[in-house]
């Protein structure tokens, strides 16, 4: 196994180990950081989905960089990214720092794309990540990235960049699963 394809399995491996880190009760104490509120697990949920980002980077970049590109890369990478974004997601959701039109947008889209992908692989098609897709995926990461940072620095100069993102996101969201359906219109219709 190559290293950006160890990179996506540490990926996935870090998924629990957010998830966990907020439920753990003694760690939702409020404590204040540069005029914000935080609590030590959705400081330690934003480290885990930060380096797990970070990885998801690094793993593309390693594998273009030094032909690295597998099968497996190509289904694994995006599907080790939807899990770590709706793991993200579904934690700010409980935790009210999302609404949930956002989540159900970005998991329809997902589930969708995904159902596809499934039915390329039964016809022995592997459907790489898009660029429009790429972009999508960097957005909601960013978007999550400010959410659980309770939308600083920006909140200090009352900008409302996290709800910004939020719409950001949605529309890539929207936009690249419209964009992924027209390209691969030909598989859906091949199996109706």
Request: aromatic share 10%.
């Amino acid at each position: 196994m190559n290293l950006p394809n160890k990179l996506t399995l540490f990926r996935i491996c870090l998924i629990p180990f957010m998830v966990i880190a907020y439920y753990i009760k003694p760690l939702h104490e409020i404590m204040i950081i540069a005029s914000v509120d935080f609590t030590l697990a959705n400081l330690i949920v934003l480290v885990i989905f930060c380096i797990a980002s970070f990885t998801d980077f690094l793993d593309g970049y390693l594998a273009r960089k030094n032909n690295l590109i597998t099968t497996f890369g190509k289904f694994m990478d995006p599907l080790a990214d939807k899990v770590l974004v709706l793991a993200a997601l579904m934690i700010m959701l409980e935790s009210n720092k999302i609404p949930g039109w956002v989540v159900t947008i970005i998991l329809a889209r997902e589930f969708l794309v995904t159902g596809i992908r499934l039915v390329a692989v039964g016809e022995n098609n592997v459907i790489a990540a898009s660029k429009l897709g790429k972009l999508k995926t960097i957005s909601q990461m960013i978007m999550i990235i400010v959410v659980l940072l309770n939308n600083y620095p920006f909140s200090l100069i009352n900008i409302p960049m996290d709800t910004i993102l939020i719409y950001i996101a949605c529309i890539l969201t929207l936009v690249s699963g419209i964009d992924y359906f027209i390209k691969n219109r030909q598989i859906i219709l091949e199996q109706m």
